[in-house]
């Protein structure tokens, strides 16, 4: 039945791409999870050749700069340092090997790294805390508990990254192009729908908040597509069972209460302003840095790997020379390979590569 | 890696609920949703609730079609 509906949706999608009979459409998933969800339900088959999907810079684990991981391998040979982190970060090659080789603990919630922390008051417990508007008020809300609970052994590296202003440098960027944007679901369960407005009101470019079923995802692309097709640029709401368009006004003021803004590197893409987090002077006595100067060189990334231009849409994994040759999800060279939601091991994993319709290919 | 799982909310202990997620009780946060209630379907991510839902269940087919009948013309 749900089979049934996809192909449904599908064929107004064809219908609708149709009237637009002089150019592909391109529409970025911005969300690793969106990646996954479109190769694993092989609903590109389904779709028109005329529509590109391209992936973005949505993932987490592939923006990490090498240098935060180096940094935290360097921590790891403290004697007295704990790392904690989510088990997506523990495989992602820095400059030299991963933090796997150092006993990092994975846990489920950082709220579990606090807990190590109290259980262990001789050493310093440091959770790389890694991530976009989704995870960042969930490490928040621990940083305030570890205040309140006066917990002093509890340090935070942050990395988080901000989802919109990566969107307006894809948006502003003359070599990427893209007709419409199918905006990350739990992002957006935080940020609401506002944050985007920009993006129709300043580039003319529709986006669409979109949930994880692949029926959600096909609905999200019929919505941009109608969008483009008649001229308008919106931002809507099609996962509206979670997404509000104010968002969750208690994460915000945590986020807000816990963290400033600030610059921040995305791994392949470089520099973007305003697009990281940093913890506020009111909290920056659990500010890792602050504790550990430790100093690592500026890395570069692994030879032939162009997950930089994969994450901007630039490039399909299958573009690249190292793709499933010397770079397979058992042996990765990048991070767009290592984790389950870059969109290198999706195209990968389920053999959703190279086929008519993608990259322009008919 | 902003994985959420829906769970219902069966107890609620101040800043901590038990939630059962496909069948399984566990223990989750709820700081970030304060105005949570016994029996609201929330998703969680990270351990933490993040949002309350509005449907009942979210996964119900009903939904998803009248949503897509919603966007047909
Ligand atoms: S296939 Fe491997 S080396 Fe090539 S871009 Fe992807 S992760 Fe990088």
Redesign the interface.
Known sequence: MLKALMETVASKIIKAISEITDRPVSLMEVCGTHTMVIAKSGMRAMLPGKLRLLSGPGCPVCVTPQETIDYCIALSREANVIIATFGDMVRVPGTRGTLEAHAPRVVYSPLDALTIAKENPGRDVVFLGVGFETTSPTIGATIVEAARKNVRNFYVLSAFKLIPPALDYIARSPQIDVQGLILPGHVSAIIGSKPYEFLAEKYHMPGCITGFEPIDVLQGILILTRQIVDGKSAITIEYDRVVKPEGNSQALGILNMVFDVCESRWRGIGMIPDSGLKLSSKYSRFDVRNEYDIKVPESAEPKGCICGRVLLGLSMPFDCALFGKRCTPVDPVGPCMVSSEGSCAAYFRYGDYGKTGQNGAT | ????VVGRIDEIHGETATAEILGVRRQI?I????EAKINDYV?I????A??I???RD??E?E???S??LK??R
């Open positions: 890696m902003c994985l959420g946060s700081v970030l949703v304060p998703m991510h990270a351990g933490f993040i949002n839902m509005d449907a979210a996964r087919t939904e998803l079609i949503e897509v966007y047909s």
